[in-house]
């Protein structure tokens, strides 16, 4: 006889199997219906609509939609993923981000010009604005680093830790010119390390960064 738990795991894999057969119906579907029930979706399960869903069940919807909007491209697309990184919503955020990292990697152009229009839409404690740049980091593009000077101006100061993280991971002593004006920024910003939370200011983190990136300038010059 099958055990209770066997016969769970079971109707896992079925509802499974039918999310996927569901995920593909609609990614084959009229993109303008697709996107417009997206659209609505995202605006419900952020409030939007005046209605408050159970924060599960609002991460559901929002997890789901940025698979689904994976699947296309267009402005509507690119902005729709942001406003999925801008609720407050992690699970959902971390797939929205990876879903708009993959675009990048093939439509950069159409990304870049996305944030340039969320830069200017979004109130600047969007907690899109402190996703952004990590979404930017694995990006192959030149255009990278002009998009992280703009978030470098930004007012949010975790925004600004953000963008500060990103141009070294980026590497490109470029940056050292836009971060310069921080290094005596006396906001500041938590930071998660391996004992636990902490608060450093903006300068302190800025004076850091073009430390690493003035060095790896100087490594550069000695190899070539």
């Known amino acids: 006889m099958e055990s209770t738990v066997a016969a769970s795991l079971k109707k896992l894999f079925d509802a499974e199997r039918h999310a996927r057969h569901m995920h593909d119906e609609l990614a084959s579907a009229p993109r303008g219906e697709v996107l417009a029930a997206a659209r609505a979706a995202v605006t419900e399960a952020t409030g939007g609509k005046g209605e408050v869903l159970e924060p599960d069940e609002a991460s559901l919807r929002l997890v789901c939609v940025a698979r689904l909007l994976g699947e296309f491209e267009g402005p509507e697309v690119v902005d729709g993923l942001i406003d999925i990184l801008a609720s407050e919503h992690p699970d959902a955020r971390s797939e929205a981000g990876e879903q708009l990292q993959g675009l990048a990697f093939d439509r950069f152009r159409e990304v ?105 300038g100087e490594d550069g010059a000695g190899e070539g």
């Open 112 to 216: 870049a010009l996305g944030i340039e229009r969320a830069l200017g839409r979004l109130p600047q404690d969007s907690p899109a604005l402190v996703e952004l740049p990590y979404v930017l980091v694995e990006v192959p593009e030149g255009g990278v680093l002009k998009l992280l000077e703009r978030f470098l101006a930004l007012a949010n100061a975790d925004a600004v830790a953000a963008a500060i993280e990103a141009c070294v991971e980026v590497g490109d002593p470029a940056a050292v010119r836009a971060l310069r004006p921080l290094a005596e920024d006396e906001r500041k910003t938590a930071i998660v390390d391996d004992e636990g939370v902490d608060e450093v200011t903006i300068g302190d983190l800025a004076a850091d960064a073009i430390e690493l990136l003035s060095g790896a």
